[in-house]
């Protein structure tokens, strides 16, 4: 029987990586201050990320770190001290993009697993072939193949893993590729300073059209280069099917909620916890794009998401839990956004108490005084709970009349 494929989930900082592996992830991927193409995401300095390596292997975990600059001469003398220090830690791969980085990695650190980064547009074959045969273990697909295309890989290269992104930003550029960024605000996308300028409103006007606009422009303006956000929650059976070893979410810059939100949810999916229409609502509690299944199934125009920048989800983010209660106590919790006795909350868990909602009726500051409006930013409170809350859940507020 086949093995079901690894959840690996997005690390931007410490608390993203204890959320991710509490809510489900079997494995993150994260970045050093250097050579990471997130270079505006907390990451992680030496020590902490030897910390997270020791904190994930503690759970019987796995932790992958970029290295998948554009990296030009200068780079290289760093970055053979780093590979050395990543296989010191005990790092369970690096990832790469550039062939030189990879000769450099295999020379430095020769035990160190050796993945290859979506940034290097593998979108055949033949590449794919090429890569395994250069040492990698692992080649993360681009996003612009469709599951047919997949399985002609698995079937051409049966001794190499295949990583596939299945939820979160989608680039307008072809992998990732793109110099907008440069252009428009000295930042080089290429080497981990992306200022996601297509995410930008634009004026866009046809040369000898007498300054007609595009009538994909509303009173605000208009999103042309704005991708909508992926979305394979219904199809993690075909991409099983096709031969992909690990499912990949995007969004080292997104925060601890959404990675909690959509790594449980598509943990709940791999165990057969949730269906698929289950996991389509849950995955509209965070706030995301207008999803789209991209080129999973072929060509797709409909990837572009001209009408806003992003659309706020279906729950409100409302506190995290500290220390968990049985059925009936008062768990401790910090506020993250205003909430008053009387609003419903819906627990955000990967225990059995996932999806159960309940009345703030009671709260007490830590003064042991009676409080009905939490309203002081990360105010930590006792909540009385009819339900049974951890340490690492979340509370959300259900909009009223839901």
């Not at 060509?299 to 839990?321: F, I, L, P």
Request: net charge neutral; glycine share 8%; aromatic share 10%.
């Amino acid at each position: 029987m086949k093995k079901t494929p690894e959840l690996l989930a997005p690390a931007g900082n410490y608390e993203k990586l204890k959320t991710a592996l509490y809510f489900g992830a079997d494995a993150v991927y994260l970045g050093g201050k250097s050579f990471s193409l997130r270079s505006f995401s907390d990451n992680f300095g030496k020590d902490e990320m030897k910390k997270a390596v020791e904190y994930a292997h503690a759970r019987g975990k796995k932790v992958y770190v970029t290295a998948n600059i554009f990296a030009k001469n200068a780079d290289f003398a760093a970055l053979a001290d780093y590979f050395s220090y990543l296989r010191e830690i005990g790092a369970d791969a690096a990832l790469v993009t550039d062939a030189g980085v990879l000769a450099l990695a295999k020379k430095a650190a020769p035990d160190l697993a050796l993945h290859i980064s979506t940034q290097a547009n593998t979108t055949n074959k033949y590449a794919a072939k090429f890569w395994r045969e250069q040492g990698a273990e692992r080649v993360v697909l681009a996003r612009e193949l469709s599951v047919a295309e997949v399985r002609e890989i698995r079937d051409f290269c049966p001794d190499l893993e295949l990583e596939a992104f299945v939820h979160g930003a989608m680039c307008i550029s072809y992998s990732g590729r793109c110099l907008l960024s440069n252009y428009l605000a000295g930042r080089d996308s290429n080497r981990g300073e992306c200022v996601q300028a297509c995410r930008w409103k634009y004026r866009l006007r046809a040369e000898g059209r007498e300054g007609e606009i595009f009538a994909e422009e509303d009173g605000r303006g208009t999103y042309i280069f704005n991708s909508k956000d992926l979305n394979l929650s219904a199809h993690l059976a075909e991409l099983t099917a096709a031969g992909v070893d690990s499912f990949k979410i995007e969004g080292r810059m997104k925060s601890a909620y959404y990675v909690a939100t959509v790594v449980n949810a598509y943990r709940r999916l791999l165990d057969g916890k949730m269906t698929a229409e289950e996991a389509a609502r849950e995955l509209d509690t965070a706030a995301h794009r207008d999803y789209t299944e991209a080129y999973a199934f072929g060509g797709n125009e409909k990837t572009v998401n001209y009408t806003d920048s992003q659309t706020a989800g279906t729950r409100v983010y409302t506190a995290n839990v500290l220390e968990g209660a049985q059925a009936g106590g008062a768990a401790l919790i910090e506020m993250r956004n205003r909430f008053r006795l009387g609003d419903e909350l819906e627990i955000l868990s990967p225990s059995g108490s996932f999806g159960k909602r309940f009345i703030a009726e009671e709260m007490r500051g830590e003064d042991g005084e009676s409080v009905a409006d939490a309203k002081l930013v990360q105010q930590k409170l006792r909540i009385f709970c009819p339900h049974e809350l951890c340490a690492g859940d979340i509370l959300r507020r259900v909009p009223k009349g839901e």
